[in-house]
C-alpha cells in the first residue's frame, strides 16, 4: 500500500500520478481484448478480461488507500475537493475499461466485417484521448514548481485543446458507425443490434471521461 504522506511530501500529486499509473494498466490491455474479440477467440477473450478486472481491482485499491491516508492537515496546491475529484475521474475510467470487457464476454457477435473495421480504429482513437490526459497528470508537478503559470500551464492547455479535438473526432466516428448500424438492422437479430450499438457507447466513454478529467485540470489552472 502507498505511504500517501512521503509520497506527498515528495511531490503533491505523486499519488494522483500513480493512480492513473494503475489506470493506464487497463487501457495497455485494450489491444489484447479486442484482437481476441474480433477473431473469436473466446478463451483468449474471457483471460483478456479477467486480466483487466484485476487491474482494475489494483486501482482501486490504489484510490481507496489514496482516500483513506489523506492527511487533511497536509497543504496541497488544488483544492482538496478537486484532488478527490481528480482521483475519481482516473478511477472511473479503470472502471469503464472492465465495463467494456464484460460487455465483449456477453456473447459472441455476427462477424460484420466493416464493423470489425471500424471498431479497431475506435478503440485506438479513445486510447488515443486517454494517453493525452495521462500525459497531462504527468505534467502536474512541473505545473506546481511554476505556480500553475508560465509556458508549462499553456502547454499543458494546448494538450487540453488537443484532448477536446481528438474527442470530437470520435463523436464524428460514432456517428458515421450509427448511421451505418441502422442502415443493416433489418438484416440483424435484435440482440447483435442492441450488443452492437452498446460496444461502441462503452468504448466512447473513455475519451468522453478522459475529456472531463482533463477540462477538470483545466479549471483548476483557470482559478490560479
Not at 77 to 99: G, H, K, M, T, Y
Not at 134 to 152: M, R
Amino acid at each position: 500500500m502507498l505511504i500517501i504522506a512521503k509520497l506527498l511530501g515528495k511531490s503533491p500529486f505523486s499519488p494522483l500520478q500513480i493512480h492513473m499509473d494503475k489506470v493506464a494498466n487497463c487501457i495497455e490491455e485494450l489491444p489484447s481484448l479486442f484482437s481476441a474479440f474480433t477473431q473469436g477467440d473466446r478463451a483468449s477473450l474471457e483471460t483478456a478480461a479477467k486480466a483487466i478486472s484485476k487491474l482494475e481491482h489494483e486501482a482501486d485499491l490504489t484510490k481507496n488507500d489514496i482516500r483513506n491516508h489523506l492527511p487533511k492537515s497536509v497543504f496541497l496546491p488544488i483544492a482538496r475537493a478537486s484532488f478527490l475529484e481528480i482521483l475519481s475521474l482516473q478511477d472511473a475510467i479503470a472502471d469503464q475499461v472492465e465495463d467494456i470487457a464484460t460487455v465483449l464476454t456477453l456473447k459472441p457477435v455476427e462477424k460484420t466485417a466493416p464493423f470489425f473495421n471500424m471498431l479497431n480504429q475506435f478503440v485506438e482513437k479513445n486510447a488515443a484521448v486517454f494517453w493525452l490526459v495521462h500525459q497531462v497528470v504527468k505534467q502536474l508537478n512541473d505545473l506546481v514548481a511554476v505556480s500553475f503559470g508560465g509556458v508549462e500551464a499553456q502547454k499543458v492547455k494546448k494538450t487540453i485543446e488537443d484532448i477536446a479535438y481528438k474527442e470530437h473526432e470520435v463523436d464524428l466516428m460514432q456517428c458515421d458507425f450509427l448511421k451505418q448500424l441502422f442502415h443493416v438492422a433489418d438484416d440483424m437479430t435484435h440482440s447483435h443490434f442492441y450488443l452492437w450499438r452498446k460496444i461502441f457507447q462503452e468504448v466512447a466513454a473513455l475519451s468522453n471521461l478522459s475529456e472531463k478529467l482533463a477540462n477538470r485540470i483545466r479549471m483548476i489552472l483557470e482559478l490560479k
